[in-house]
C-alpha cells in the first residue's frame, strides 16, 4: 500500500501520517521533515533551503525527487507520501520514480480543510525543539518529552496566508491530476482528528 496524503498547511496531514503508520505498518515519508533536517544541518543547502520555505515558497522538483528516492529505495514497507506531490511535475515524475522499484500509487487522500479554519490552525501551533511535534493544547508550557516549544516562522499569520496563495496557485492543480484516476478520496478535515483517522481507515480497507 503507498498512499499519498494531500491537504493544505494545518489539514492534520503530520498527524494523521503517525497514526496511519502505525496502524499499518508502513513508511511515513515527510516532505516537511526531510527538509527540517537538512536545514537543522547547517549546510550551504539547508540554508537555501530554509529561505525559500521561511519565505513560503516551493523548493525545486529536482531537489524534492532526489530526497525522496534515497527513501524510497532504502524502504521495504509501504510508503505514505505527506506533503508530497506539491505540483503536477512532482506527482508525474514520482509515477517515473516508483515505476522503477515496481511500486504504485495505491490511494490518494485529500484531507479537505476551510482556509479560515487553516489560518486559526496554523497561527496558533507551536512546535517542539526536541521531536518536532506540535502541542497538545494552547496553553502547554513545554512538550511531553521536555522539549522547549516555538512557533515557526511560516506559520505567522501573514506567512499562512503566502502559503495558502501558492497551495492554490501549484497544489491545487495536482487534485486535478488525480481526480481522474480511480484512487482519490475527499476527507472532511473539519472533524476531530479521531473522526478523520476513521474515514481514512475506511477508505484503506477497500484496497487493502
Known sequence: MNIILMGCPGAGKGTQSARLQSAYNLQHISTGDLLRAEMASGSALGKQVAEVINGGNLVSDELMIS????RVKAS?????FDGFPRT????QALEIMLQKYNRSIT???MIDLPEEEVVKRLSSRRLCKKCGRPAATIT???CACGGELYVRADDAPESVKH??????????PVKNYYQHSGKYVEINGHQTPDQVFEDICSVL???K
Not at 76 to 80: A, E, R, Y
Request: aromatic letters at 4%.
Open 67 to 70: 530526497m525522496l528516492e534515497t
Open 76 to 80: 521495504d514497507k509501504g510508503i505514505i
Open 88 to 91: 503536477v511535475a512532482q506527482a
Open 107 to 109: 490511494s490518494v487522500i
Open 140 to 142: 502547554q508550557p513545554v
Open 163 to 172: 502559503r495558502l496563495e501558492v497551495y492554490r496557485k501549484d497544489t491545487l
Open 205 to 207: 480497507e477497500k484496497v
